[in-house]
C-alpha cells in the first residue's frame, strides 16, 4: 500500500487494518533527507508529515509513536562538551543545517501535542546513520574516494583530525527505535524520567567519530586565491595510509579507513585554506563539483552503467560546514536499556567494504 502520509486524507487507508484493531507501534521514518532544498520543502515534507502522525497517533491512542529527528539540531558542543562525552539531551539548541531546524519545530509539535492531545511519543536525535545502500553520509566520501582512486590523487580535508562526525549503524538504530517503542508504550504520566529528560535519547555508536562527509576536497579544487595560499604555505601531505587506524575515533578515523580501503593517500589541507573556505563556500563547492563530477560520469560509463543510482560526489554547500556532532548516549542506555551491538561499536574498514559491496549487487558502483 502507497499513500502520502502528510495528507490527512490519506490517513484512513494506512491507519485502519482489516482486523478493526489499531497498531501497537508508529515509526516515522519519513521527511525530507537531502540538503540545501527550499523552506517549504522541509516544512511539508518533514515538519507538516510528523505533526499529521502524531495528531492521528493521539486522536487514536496509539501506545508509542517513534520520531527519527537528528543530533544537528544541537549547538556545536564546545571542546569541553566534547571531552565529556558529547552534547546530552539538555545541551543548548541551535540547529546548523536547514534540515534540522524543521526537525526541531516537528519535535517541539509533538510536545505541544503530547501535553494538549496526550500523544505518547519518543524522539531518537540520531548521529550520522551508515550500512548497506547507504545514500547519505558515508556514500558521498566512498564516491569522492573513488574519483580519487582513478585520478591518482591524494585526498584531502578541510578544518582537521579532531572535527566530530558521529555515527550508528542502522541496525543498531532499529534496536533502538524498538526499545524506545517498548518504553514509550509503557512509560507512566509520574516517571521521574520525564521530568529528568523528557521523550528525547541521543543515538550514536561507542566510536566517537569525527568528519562528515562535507570536508572531502582535493587541494586543487579551490579556487586560485585558494591554490595561492596552498602555494605560498606549503606543508607536508600529511599520509594517513600507512598509519595504524585510530582507536579514538575523529576525523583521522575516516581518513584512515578510506586510505585503506581504496589505497590511496590521505591528508589535511593547512589552516590558512580551512579559513579561506569557512568565507568561500560557494566559490569552493563550484570548484569541487566542476573537479569530480566529469570523471565520476566516465568512471560509470565505463563500467557500463547507464542508469545511475543516487549516489555521487555532487557537494552542497550546507556540506562544508565546521561543526561538530558529538552525541552523548548514555540517557538511551540508562532509560531504553539500549546498546550498540558488538559488530558496529564503531566505524570500521570492515564497513566500508560491506557498503561497497552493497553498491556493486545494486549495480551502482563503478
Request: hydrophobic content about 35%; glycine content about 8%.
Amino acid at each position: 500500500m502507497q499513500a502520502d502520509a502528510g495528507r490527512e486524507q490519506s490517513l484512513p487507508r494506512i491507519f485502519t487494518r482489516t482486523n478493526g484493531k489499531e497498531f501497537d507501534y508508529v515509526f516515522n521514518c519519513g521527511g525530507e533527507t537531502r540538503y540545501s532544498q527550499d523552506d517549504s520543502v522541509y516544512k511539508v515534507r518533514s515538519l507538516d508529515l510528523s505533526l499529521t502522525l502524531g495528531r492521528e497517533c493521539a486522536r487514536r491512542k496509539i501506545p508509542a509513536f517513534i520520531e527519527f529527528s537528528t543530533g544537528m539540531v544541537y549547538k556545536p558542543p564546545s571542546s569541553s562538551t566534547i571531552s565529556s562525552g558529547g552534547c546530552t539531551e539538555s545541551a543548548p539548541l541551535k540547529p546548523w543545517l536547514k534540515m534540522a531546524k524543521y526537525k526541531l519545530m516537528a519535535e517541539e509539535g509533538l510536545q505541544k501535542l503530547g501535553k494538549e492531545q496526550g500523544l505518547r511519543y519518543a524522539v531518537l536525535r540520531l548521529a550520522h546513520v551508515y550500512g548497506e545502500y547507504d545514500v547519505g553520509f558515508l556514500a558521498r566520501g566512498l564516491c569522492l574516494a573513488r574519483v580519487y582512486q582513478s585520478k591518482g590523487e591524494e585526498m584531502k580535508w578541510l578544518y582537521g583530525k579532531e572535527l566530530r562526525i558521529n555515527t550508528v549503524h542502522v541496525e543498531d538504530a532499529c534496536t533502538a527505535a524498538w526499545k524506545a517503542a517498548e518504553w514509550c508504550a509503557r512509560v507512566r504520566a509520574d516517571d521521574p524520567e520525564l521530568k529528568n529528560g523528557g521523550r528525547v535519547f541521543n543515538i550514536v555508536d561507542k566510536g566517537d567519530t569525527s568528519q562528515p562527509q562535507r570536508s572531502y576536497l582535493p587541494s586543487q579544487s579551490f579556487p586560485s586565491t585558494a591554490t595561492h595560499l596552498v602555494k605560498s604555505h606549503k606543508s607536508k601531505p600529511e599520509l594517513t595510509h600507512s598509519s595504524p587506524v585510530p582507536q579514538k575515533t575523529a576525523q583521522a578515523l575516516l581518513s584512515t579507513l578510506i586510505s585503506t580501503h581504496f589505497h590511496i593517500p590521505t591528508g589535511f589541507v593547512n589552516p590558512l585554506i580551512s579559513t579561506f573556505a569557512r568565507f568561500n563556500l560557494d566559490s569552493v563547492v563550484d570548484d569541487v563539483n566542476e573537479d569530480v563530477l566529469q570523471p565520476w560520469a566516465d568512471l560509470l560509463s565505463g563500467a557500463g552503467i547507464t542508469r545511475p543510482g543516487p549516489i555521487s560526489p555532487w557537494m552542497e554547500r550546507e556540506l562544508l560546514r565546521d561543526c561538530d556532532l558529538c552525541l552523548n548516549p548514555g540517557r538511551a542506555g540508562r532509560v531504553l536499556g539500549w546498546t550498540v551491538g558488538r559488530e558496529h561499536e564503531r566505524l570500521r574498514e570492515g564497513e566500508v567494504a560491506s557498503v561497497v559491496g552493497s553498491y556493486r549487487r545494486m549495480g551502482w558502483w563503478p
